[in-house]
């Protein structure tokens, strides 16, 4: 996974974000082996919601919805937002919100599991959306 530090991505506050599988980390941070499994679980993550949103664009895109292509590299990020929004209006409290997204739940539980990868079944993160 590609490393960039820099001063504008993160936000204050946050240590590191991955973006359409690049990591960002903040310019002065340091990152563990926890953090770096933490945000390779985000990649593979990453990668399965949007293959499955590409897959379901290239079908859309036969009935004439040719913008759907577009728009399939950002499920991902809607997801994130949307259940985040949904999260926000049940908890109340945007930290909490944060905490109980589903990629992050899953990314959480196991980032100091650093064979995790290696035994995680594919869209694992469903689990702790159902859970």
């Known amino acids: 996974m590609k490393i960039i530090y820099n001063k504008l991505i993160p936000l204050k506050g946050f240590k590191a974000m991955m973006l359409f599988g690049l990591l960002f ?3 002065g941070a340091t990152m563990n082996e926890a953090d770096m ?3 390779k679980i985000h990649a593979e993550q990453y990668r399965e919601v949007t293959s ?3 897959l379901a664009a290239v079908l859309l895109s036969v009935f004439g919805l040719w913008w759907t292509l ?3 590299p950002l499920a991902y990020y809607i ?3 949307v259940e985040w929004i949904v999260r926000l209006a049940i908890i109340k409290d945007a930290h909490a919100a944060y905490r109980n997204i589903s990629f992050e739940r899953e990314a959480y539980a196991n ?3 650093l064979e995790y990868l290696s035994n995680r079944k594919g869209y694992a993160f469903l689990d702790f959306f159902i859970h």
């Open 25 to 27: 980390v903040r310019k």
């Open 79 to 81: 997801w994130y937002v």
């Open 52 to 54: 499955t949103g590409l």
């Open 111 to 113: 980032e100091t599991d």
């Open 70 to 72: 577009l728009v399939a």
């Open 37 to 39: 499994n933490h945000e």
